[in-house]
């Protein structure tokens, strides 16, 4: 993890679940339109959720449950009843770098870049625990764009799983 603010130290282990909530892509800088990387972002973009929950789910392998909500509500049973964390995050970078320079020139020429920022919320206090922000970059991937950035994202959505369960 790139940084990682411990707001309130918490153990996973007291939570039965963790609510995932989407990712706010907006903020997420585009390529010009006209620029052959911009569909492969907006592609990865509008399934930046699924590609993050499969690396997430990789790592925290039915250690507790995960369940994606579009949103939540404080009088929702599942957070009033039972122990939830929250996951809310943002991709706030998102940077596919130039496939050429990866081949041709390599040594790190032509990274792509994925960052996400998020918070772990406590959903009965909705207290925040943690503060991260994470990115990957990939150097020496030469697949397409959109199979380059989806890599990144879901590396870092198994980083934030190996990161969570240790606590």
């Not at 990712?23 to 569909?39: E, G, I, M, W």
């Not at 198994?158 to 969570?164: K, S």
Request: hydrophobic fraction near 35%; aromatic fraction near 6%.
């Amino acid at each position: 993890m790139d940084e990682v603010e411990i707001v309130q130290t918490f153990d996973i282990s007291a939570y039965s679940r963790l609510i995932f909530l989407p990712l706010n892509t907006k903020s997420a800088k585009l390529p010009p339109r006209d620029d052959n990387t911009y569909k492969p972002v907006k592609n990865v973009l509008s399934k930046a959720d699924e590609i993050f929950i499969e690396g997430l789910e990789d790592e925290l392998d039915d250690k507790i449950k995960l369940e994606k909500m579009e949103e939540i509500s404080e009088s929702d049973p599942k957070i009033i009843n039972e122990k939830a964390l929250i996951l809310k995050g943002k991709v706030s970078e998102i940077n596919p770098g130039s496939r050429a320079a990866r081949i041709w020139i390599g040594f790190g020429a032509g990274k792509s870049r994925v960052e996400i920022e998020g918070e772990i919320v406590d959903g009965k206090s909705q207290k925040t625990l943690l503060k991260f922000k994470h990115a990957r970059a990939a150097a020496f991937d030469t697949r397409d764009y959109e199979k380059t950035l989806s890599n990144d994202l879901e590396q870092i959505g198994r980083d934030v799983g190996e990161m969570l369960l240790k606590f």
